[in-house]
């Protein structure tokens, strides 16, 4: 797929366009707010520094790779603010990492640096997916490692070079252990390398040794978990709870919100399959339909659930917009491409800051010390000290991992009698129905700086 020769001068403007777009991420990276999620992803990852055991006493319904992975970095910082600013950091440089292999990818299928330029110019520019790229969260590495095992495998399938088929399938099997809806990857995958088989470029034997490696990469945890009589409790809370949770929304709502930003990408995104499809490209049309599909299939469908599909879509659109004929009609196009989300990152830096949640964060912490409880209700300000309760977060009680978790078992959850049995330090009035209780207002005092939140009368 080679469309025409290099131009220095577009590949020179891509280039500056993406610097932009890379300093903006770097500011958002240090600036912006942290989602919910992240905060979640750092005190987990503390609760098993400090002994705790993920599903045994704390509630998480995520794989757990990623959380020990936090844990050098928690304990090399400790538990302050500047951890998250550190791990933030981290993170960013796994969204460069995916902008890398994007490039690689795009320049594996076209033989050209200007559709790749342009491919990762369009990736930076795209809302949710670089909003949730550079988040402390279990998706960017499990969504990076899982474009890494289709880059290897695409790779593979041009060099037939056996290391790249291995590589591709223990690459697909971490992705799995970080999180486990690489389920909807490793369907792709399997669909794709059937197809392949069909078209006789692949054989029943390279699709045998590729998911023996993909086994053998996921079997010690498996082991260790049947070795340990866990992988029932691990089971129930990574896969049984998930298909009952409460509360979910449409992929729709998702799509709607991207298209007000990134409407020209989408639009770019439609030719390009068209076109593709004419030129009879079916395995990334086909892989970048199944990773889109797979995001109707679950019941909430956040921004990061797009992770995986993004760079392929960014891919196909880079081809299409770079099919016009007049290079000042692409100048102009990729400008106005490059604007909007711009503009976008740069109001999420202003309207939403860090700097009162780090601050509300310490705040906490000089007003606690280790080995004090606290109630947080979910997961705003606690982030570096023990909780009241098995479910410390997800407690809303219309949804959530609690309600579910009720829904399919009795459980006994009064968070009154939780307070007055554990004498929390500090309690948040989140969830909390009557603040005015016996239990509250005679052993707490409402902070003048933080008014949501009660201490512990000495």
């Known amino acids: 797929m080679h469309l025409y020769k290099n131009q220095s001068k577009e590949i020179l403007y891509y280039k500056f366009l993406l610097s932009i777009l890379v300093v903006v991420g770097i500011a958002t990276s ?59 950091f981290l993170m960013f440089s796994m969204f460069i990492l995916f902008l890398t292999g994007t ?28 909003q949730k790229a550079i988040e402390i969260r279990p998706d960017v590495p499990q969504a990076l490692l899982g474009l890494t095992a289709i880059f290897l495998l695409f790779r593979y399938i041009r060099n037939h070079r056996l290391n790249g088929l291995t590589l591709s399938a ?67 809370w990574n896969w049984t709870l998930n298909m009952n949770f409460k509360g979910g929304f449409s992929a729709f709502n998702t799509l709607v919100e991207s298209f007000s930003y990134n409407h020209f990408i989408w639009i770019f995104f439609v030719l390009g399959m068209v076109r593709f499809y004419k030129e009879k490209q079916f395995d990334v049309l086909l892989l970048s339909f199944l990773l889109l599909l797979s995001v109707f ?30 290079r000042k009609q692409r100048y102009i196009l990729v400008t106005m491409i490059v604007l909007v989300p711009l503009v976008y990152f740069l109001r999420t830096i202003i309207v939403y800051p860090n700097q009162p949640q780090l601050k509300k964060i310490e705040w906490v912490l000089n007003k606690t010390n280790h080995g004090d409880l606290i ?28 309600k579910t978790y ?17 004498k929390p330090k500090l309690i948040s009035d989140l969830f909390i129905e009557n603040i005015t209780q016996p239990v509250i207002s005679s052993n707490y005092t409402q902070s003048k700086k933080y008014p949501d939140l009660y201490i512990r009368n000495e």
């Not at 006789?200 to 993909?214: A, T």
Request: glycine fraction near 4%; aromatic fraction near 22%.
């Open 406 to 422: 009720m829904s399919l078992q009795e459980y006994d959850y009064d968070i009154y009698q939780i307070i007055e049995n554990k």
């Open 30 to 88: 240090i600036l912006r707010d942290f989602d919910h999620d992240e905060l979640e992803a750092v005190h987990s990852a503390w609760k098993i520094l400090d002994g705790e055991r993920i599903y045994i006493d704390f509630f998480q319904h995520h794989h757990p790779l990623f959380y020990y992975s936090l844990i050098p970095i928690i304990h090399i910082f400790g538990a302050s603010t500047a951890t998250l600013l550190v791990l933030r």
């Open 103 to 130: 490039f690689k990818f795009s320049l594996t299928l076209f033989k050209d640096k200007s559709v790749a330029w342009l491919c990762i110019v369009l990736l930076s520019s795209m809302a949710m997916f670089t």
């Open 170 to 236: 223990f690459c697909l099997g971490v992705s799995f252990l970080f999180l486990q809806k690489t389920i909807f990857i490793i369907a792709s995958v399997g669909l794709i390398q059937l197809l392949w088989v069909y078209q006789q470029k692949y054989s029943f034997k390279e699709l045998l040794i590729y998911w023996c490696v993909f086994v053998l990469t996921i079997a010690p945890y498996y082991a260790y978990l049947i070795s340990y009589n866990q992988f029932e409790n691990y089971l129930f």
């Open 375 to 402: 109630y947080d209700g979910d997961v705003y300000f606690n982030v570096f000290r023990a909780d009241v309760d098995f479910f410390w977060y997800s407690t809303d009680p219309d949804k959530g991992g609690l």
């Open 297 to 326: 299939l679950v019941k909430a469908p956040y921004r990061q659930y797009f992770m995986p599909f993004i760079p392929f879509m960014c891919i196909i659109s880079s081809y299409a917009l770079l099919a016009i004929q007049y």
